[in-house]
């Protein structure tokens, strides 16, 4: 039986909530210092023969926490259908980078502006089971914020306190049928996080310390 998500740990306070920029400039060193492998077939060669796209990573300040933001998507879209997800998707012709790409897919699925979202680092690439190679962008939003979800891909917003998910009771790890690696599972409340945004908030996490 899945347990509830446990109140807010105050070790993960921000300790200086007056100066928002702390804790932007913190993550960002973080992120510039971890030394992640890149995950298999993201190689040069593997990667050329896989479909490349983006995911932000977007986390705002509130009640002096850090907070993470997911989507629901709906059943109707081409792949994933009702799992949480970070807004992102395949890059496109016109997208000059990657990191554009992550951002031109959440205006368009959240309505979060580009001009509005401050890029703070990068996570591990990783490849879906779908073959997508993807890059995971962390970045900071501003709060509170009016999102404008697209009615066709976003069936529901999520937002989440990063303290909640770094509850150990919360987390499983399995193993599936003709997969070689461990699966993690995220059980917040009725939603299971799982998949490429498990692993992407695993790594997440593990950079927060």
Known sequence: MRRPPRASNPKSEIRNPQSVGDWMEDLRTRLSAGSRPPAQGTEDGARRERRRAAVLVPLFLRE??????????TETVGHHRGQISFPGGAEEPGDESLSRTALRETEEELGIAPEDVRLLGTLAPIVTITNFYVEPYVAAIPQPYLFRPAEAEIAEVLEVPLSALRDPAILEKKRLPGREEVILFYN???HVIWGATARILAELLEALG
């Open 64 to 73: 002096r926490q850090l907070w993470i933001l997911f989507t629901r998507r």
């Open 188 to 190: 917040y409340g009725p």
